[in-house]
C-alpha cells in the first residue's frame, strides 16, 4: 500500500521491449541505493517489482495489462516519472490509501499557473485531468484521487474533468512540470469510494408495485 506522497522522481533510462513484456530502466540516484531486488515500488503510480539493482539504475518488467492500463507504454528515455515505496506498518498515514493500481489512462487538459505575473515557484497551479469513463462514477467534489501516483483532492468535477489546486511544492516534487496538454496520465479512483460503488451496485433493487404488495399480504 502506498499514501501518494512522493517521494523522489527519477528518469527512464532505457525501455527494452520483450515477448509478452517490457523491461524499464529507471535512474534514481540515492532512491535505488534503497531498494532491495523484489521490493514493490510505485512508478508514476504504477505498483511494480523491482528487478536486477545496480544504483542508480534498478529494473522493472511491465507485464501486457500494466502495458495496457497505464502510460508506462509510451515513456522514452528521458521521461520522468514518480517514485514511491510502500508505507511501512504503523507510520503515519498522510495523502490517502493508494493501491498502485491504476484504473485507465487520463489525459492531461491543462496545466497552468493561478497567477501567471509571479514567479511560476511560488504561485500555486491548476490542474485539469480528463478521466477514462470507468472511473468517472469515483469521482466526487473533495474526494481523493491519484494521478501519476501523487494523492490529490478533486476540486471541481462536471462529468468528465476533474480539477485540482496543486501546490508549488508538489509541482517542484513531481513530474507534473514535465507534463504537457495532451498527454496520458495515470488515474487511480479512491478506493473507499470504489468499494461503495460496488456495494451500491450490489444491492438489489426492490420495484414496488401492486402486485408485489398482494404478494406479500398487504
Not at 39 to 51: E, K, M, N, P, Q
Not at 108 to 135: G, H, I, K
Request: proline share 7%; glycine share 10%.
Amino acid at each position: 500500500m502506498f499514501t501518494g506522497i512522493i517521494e523522489a522522481t527519477g528518469a527512464i533510462a532505457a525501455v527494452e521491449p520483450r515477448e509478452g513484456t517490457m523491461r524499464i530502466s529507471i535512474s534514481a540516484p540515492a532512491f535505488a541505493e534503497r531498494l532491495r531486488t523484489g521490493d514493490s515500488i510505485a512508478v508514476s503510480g504504477t505498483c511494480l517489482t523491482a528487478l536486477e539493482i545496480e544504483p542508480p539504475i534498478f529494473y522493472a518488467d511491465l507485464a501486457a495489462e500494466t502495458l495496457a492500463r497505464t502510460s508506462l507504454g509510451q515513456l522514452k528515455p528521458g521521461s520522468v516519472v514518480n517514485l514511491e515505496l510502500p508505507t511501512p506498518a504503523g507510520t503515519p498515514l498522510g495523502g490517502h490509501i493508494v493501491q498502485g493500481h491504476v484504473d485507465g489512462c487520463g489525459e492531461l487538459v491543462s496545466f497552468d499557473p493561478v497567477n501567471a505575473t509571479v514567479n511560476p515557484e511560488l504561485t500555486d497551479w491548476w490542474l485539469r485531468v480528463r478521466v477514462p469513463e470507468n472511473t468517472r462514477s469515483c469521482m466526487v467534489e473533495k474526494g481523493s484521487i491519484a494521478i501519476e501516483g501523487i494523492s490529490l483532492t478533486i476540486a471541481t468535477w462536471d462529468g468528465g474533468t476533474v480539477g485540482v489546486a496543486i501546490l508549488p511544492h508538489t509541482r517542484r516534487m513531481t513530474n507534473l512540470r514535465f507534463l504537457s496538454p495532451g498527454d496520458p496520465v495515470n488515474i487511480e479512483a479512491d478506493v473507499m469510494i470504489k468499494l461503495a460503488v460496488e456495494q451500491k451496485r450490489a444491492v438489489p433493487v426492490f420495484d414496488l408495485t401492486l402486485e408485489s404488495l398482494l404478494a406479500n399480504g398487504y
